[in-house]
């Protein structure tokens, strides 16, 4: 179903994009105590359509551009917005353990992760002849 090529890096792509969501899901569960809480809703809806959505884009010719943007903007948009609520809901000294541990920098790194595949798919793309 996906080119031979690059079937390898869509299956991390899907892996990666899935654990991210299952994580947000699990850290700001979107239904809590029966309240929906549309501020968590709107990010797992756009992580869910990230990883269901955007392989089958990377794997077409015509898509592949707009898999690349959206990818693009939703890594710049999650790692601003997860920034963000790190350094509102900061508690305790900043030291280097802090922000490994008690912050969303890993989740950022996670999230980062996405940027190389996305750019390797990419490349495949753009090397292959029409």
């Given at each position: 179903m996906f080119k031979k090529q690059i079937h390898l890096l869509i299956a991390v792509f899907f892996l990666v994009s899935l654990g991210g969501l299952i994580l947000h899901l699990r850290v700001h569960p979107p239904v809590l105590e029966g309240t929906l809480r549309l501020f968590f809703l709107i990010p797992a809806v756009f992580a869910g359509?990230?990883?269901?959505?955007?392989?089958?884009?990377?794997?077409?010719?015509?898509?592949?551009p707009y898999a690349y943007l959206i990818n693009l903007a939703a890594v710049i948009t999650?790692?601003?917005?997860?920034a963000y609520f790190s350094v509102t809901h900061w508690k305790g000294p900043v030291t280097m353990m802090t922000i490994l541990f008690n912050s969303t920098f890993p989740d950022i790194v996670i999230l980062l992760a996405k940027l190389p595949l996305a750019h390797s798919i990419l490349l495949y793309w753009r090397a292959k002849p029409r």
């Open positions: 359509a990230a990883t269901f959505i955007l392989p089958f884009m990377f794997n077409s010719r015509k898509l592949y999650g790692t601003i917005t997860m």
